[in-house]
């Protein structure tokens, strides 16, 4: 692809280019002016830089070399009946304030995510963008021929009040130990293969890549849980858990690789979720699962309710074999999948 691409906007000429080595300050002065907050250094490499499926930036650079906008996509492999196809999913669009027309064509932000599709996606590269915005955004998204809607997200919560867990007594029965990990062993690449069989769309939940998102992040510190096959040391099944979310007492089960059977290995790994977030002062525990997922049903059985939420799964489908059609009820999702926890 061409190194940069030039745009007139609002009488000014920009370039848009991939990212180059030493934009990063100035991507993060235009987070703190898009969005008025701080994101450290640390984040933005462990998110951009670390990312075993690689890198996807465009940004909108001024003729004097000021960044007045982005848009990223973060790249993950994914498999559908055991083939990989490498997706991306949409993060931090922002533009500066002073270049803001919306999304209506010809705004910048529009010729950021075509830019953007041009340089990271099509024939060789990625097969599908992704992402989870609120119903506004997904409207103009629609509206601009940048994205279509699969469906809204439905949350699973349930409360935390009177649980008691004793985590030895929960396991002693199984065949199974449960214990937190500071990393994932590369044994679970082999449960991933397993659990694989019964995903026909999943992100492809591998020791390196749920050691990317979990372990490595430098701002949550997230609780791991791999449960064990006592005998033969082979994992047999995997929970993450961020405990509170902002100022608010609540436990997300963001990530979760167990096979549909047997049924009380699952069963003993949820309960180690809730007592591990109830011993952490948390009321309330919530997740993600779609609705034509065994997941889903699993937690309801378990006391969760299900709400839908103001958030949406967004796509623009790259290979013919990821039509929206298909993916509609295919697709297993975490919060995990998403960068909004």
Not at 276 to 285: L, M, N, V
Request: with cysteine; glycine share 8%.
């Amino acid at each position: 692809m061409a190194e940069g691409v030039k745009v007139a906007v609002q009488r000014e000429n920009l370039t848009l280019r991939p990212y180059r080595q030493g934009d990063e300050e100035g991507i993060l002065a235009l987070f703190k002016r898009a969005y008025n907050r701080e994101r450290s250094l640390a984040h933005w490499q462990w998110k951009f830089c670390q990312n075993p499926a690689g890198q996807q930036i465009i940004l909108a650079v001024t003729g004097s070399g000021e960044i007045v906008g982005q848009f990223a996509g973060l790249p993950t492999w994914a498999s559908k009946n055991g083939r990989a196809f490498l997706l991306s999913q949409a993060v931090d669009s922002m533009v500066d304030v002073r270049y803001r027309r919306g999304l209506k064509n010809p705004g910048l932000q529009v010729m950021l995510v075509r830019r953007f599709f041009q340089e990271y996606m099509g024939s060789g590269a990625g097969a599908l963008a992704y992402g989870f915005p609120t119903a506004v955004y997904s409207r103009l998204l629609i509206r601009t021929g940048v994205g279509t809607v699969l469906h809204r997200i439905v949350e699973l919560k349930r409360g935390l009040f009177g649980w008691s867990g004793d985590l030895r007594k929960l396991s002693a029965s199984l065949r199974y130990q449960i214990k937190r990990v500071s990393r994932f062993p590369s044994t679970v690449d082999r449960l991933w293969e397993q659990c694989r069989e019964e995903l026909p769309f999943a992100i492809i939940r591998d020791a390196r890549y749920l050691n990317w998102r979990y372990a490595q992040c430098p701002d949550v510190q997230y609780v791991k849980l791999l449960a064990t096959e006592r005998w033969t040391g082979q994992a047999a099944g995997v929970a993450v858990l961020r405990l509170g979310y902002g100022a608010r007492p609540v436990a997300l089960l963001v990530d979760w690789l167990a096979l549909g059977q047997p049924q009380n290995l699952a069963e003993a790994l949820l309960q180690h979720c809730h007592a591990i977030a109830t011993d952490s002062g948390q009321i309330r525990i919530k997740a993600w699962f779609p609705e034509y997922s065994h997941h889903f049903q699993f937690l309801k059985s378990n006391g969760y309710r299900a709400t839908v939420t103001p958030r949406e799964l967004a796509v623009q489908a790259f290979h013919t074999e990821l039509y929206p059609e298909w993916i509609r009820g295919h697709w297993y999702y975490t919060m995990g999948d998403s960068d909004h926890c």
